[in-house]
Structure formats: structure tokens, C-alpha cells
């Protein structure tokens, strides 16, 4: 069952939404060499405190920390760690902050300091693969639209689409339906109507689509060890085309 959200209903999860824009904002100028994925943690996790909000990752599933970090090979879910960052790593920060109920889900992939060739391609395919979903919801299409037009685009890029984790409906919970998948076929799918609230977040990996799951039960990283890359926002669609809820105040 897709749940549709009123105009009411969206206009309260703007605050969290905002929120979680507000802290990659935040968390952007901190990236640089010799800084920690807990660094990043720590700083999301009392910037979300701090503002009366909820960091929604701590304990979701027993996911033990309160913001993805994923770096380089891995794809999504990456745990913080001690481990410091260096120049030419690219990390993923995937945040999703709850306030009155309702969650907001973003992330970017920044670079620390001077990327390499190869970096800069996936994290600007990746981007460039989030923009060109977004520019199709409207209603009347549907979620398979979405998902071949990233397709398309990727592939076209001589890089690959993670096909095991998609986007996905969100609202009081983290994970709703629909499933929004980053690869499909035309006119497949659910079609689009006002009110439905949901995320696209294209993982994109330099080589093969190809991951595995690592023994800790949470990352996810590229089988041939290729770079990936992820941007993710919040939609809604509206009753002529798309509201991105996952933008920053300022
Ligand atoms: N934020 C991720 C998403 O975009 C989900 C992370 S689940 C967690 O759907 F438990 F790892 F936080
Ligand atoms: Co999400
Ligand atoms: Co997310």
C-alpha cells in the first residue's frame, strides 16, 4: 500500500527534510584531510541533537551510529570509524534526521581535498544521475520512467547502476513503499500522482554493478573495488511536477 501524504502532511515533514540539508551544509565545511568518519558522526549526531531533532540511522536495524560515511569502494551503509580521511578519498554522508515524526533523507558524495581523475567522474556521473531523475517526476510517469532514464544516462557514461538498494518511500517511516528503482524500463511501475513522497539515490559505481556485503552486517562495498558514488534527495510530487524537500535553508 503507497501512502499518499497531504498537502498538510508535507508541509510537516519540510522541517526535517531541511534539517538534514542543513547538516551536509554543515558537515561540507568540515571535509578535509585528516578528519575521521566519527568526526563526521559526532558532528552530525549534536548538530541533529542540538536542534531537537533525532539522528534516525542510531539504532535503526542495530545500525550502531547516527550517519552513513561511506569512502572510496564502499557503495552505501558505511559505519564511522577512526579512520581519518585523506587527500583524494571521495565520501558519501548520508543523512536522515526525524523531527515531530517525520523523516528527511539526503546525502552527498564530497571530495577530500584534490580528487583524482576517476574520482571526479563517478561523483559527477552520480550527481548528474539524481538531477536527471528528478527532472522526470511529474505525474502521469511512473517509477520505472525514472529508473531507465538514470539507467540510460549512467550506462551511457561507462559506469554501472547498483542494482540491490534503491530509493524509496518516506514520511513517519524511514522505509516505506514504494521501492524506487535506479534501472527499469519505460512505463513500468507505479504511476505518479500528487502526494506521493519519496527518495531517488542512485549508487553509481566506476566499474561493474556487481557488490557484496561485508561481515559486519552493514557495508556494502564494490566487488572489483571500483569507486562509487551517491546523492540522494527527498521528493514530492505536486500537482504540475516536483517539490525537492531536501534542500538547505540558506
Ligand atoms: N539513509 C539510507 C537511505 O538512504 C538508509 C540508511 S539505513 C542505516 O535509505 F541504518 F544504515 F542508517
Ligand atoms: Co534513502
Ligand atoms: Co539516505
New binding site residues.
Given amino acids: 500500500m503507497v501512502n499518499i501524504k497531504t498537502p498538510a502532511d508535507i508541509e510537516a515533514m519540510r522541517p526535517a527534510c531541511r534539517h538534514a540539508a542543513d547538516t551536509l551544509v554543515m558537515i561540507e565545511a568540515h571535509i578535509r584531510p585528516g578528519i575521521s568518519t566519527d568526526d563526521i558522526n559526532d558532528l552530525v549526531h549534536d548538530f541533529t541533537i542540538k536542534a531537537g531533532a533525532i539522528p534516525?540511522?542510531l539504532n535503526?536495524?542495530g545500525?550502531p551510529k547516527s550517519v552513513?560515511t561511506s569512502v572510496n569502494h564502499v557503495v552505501?551503509?558505511g559505519i564511522p570509524t577512526n579512520k581519518v580521511l585523506k587527500d583524494g578519498d571521495i565520501v558519501n554522508v548520508?543523512v536522515?534526521s526525524i523531527i515531530d515524526g517525520w523523516h528527511g533523507?539526503t546525502?552527498k558524495t564530497f571530495y577530500v581535498g584534490e580528487p583524482s581523475i576517476k574520482a571526479r567522474k563517478v561523483t559527477e556521473v552520480a550527481r548528474k544521475a539524481l538531477e536527471i531523475g528528478i527532472a522526470m517526476v511529474r505525474p502521469g510517469i511512473t517509477l520505472g520512467d525514472i529508473g531507465h532514464a538514470i539507467q540510460l544516462y549512467v550506462e551511457s557514461e561507462k559506469c554501472s547502476v547498483v542494482r540491490e538498494y534503491c530509493g524509496?518511500g518516506i514520511g513517519r517511516n524511514?522505509?516505506e513503499e514504494p521501492q524506487v528503482l535506479h534501472f527499469g524500463n519505460a512505463g513500468s511501475g507505479l504511476r505518479l500522482q500528487p502526494g506521493l513522497v519519496f527518495?531517488i539515490?542512485p549508487m553509481v559505481n566506476l566499474g561493474k554493478k556487481s557488490i557484496k556485503l561485508l561481515g559486519d552486517g552493514?557495508t556494502v562495498v564494490t566487488r572489483d573495488k571500483s569507486l562509487s558514488a551517491q546523492f540522494?534527495h527527498t521528493l514530492a510530487v505536486t500537482e504540475t511536477g516536483v517539490d525537492i524537500l531536501t534542500l538547505p535553508s540558506t
Fill in positions: 534516525a540511522p535503526y536495524h545500525f552513513c552505501c551503509h548520508d536522515t533523507d546525502s524509496h524511514f522505509h527518495t539515490e552493514w540522494e
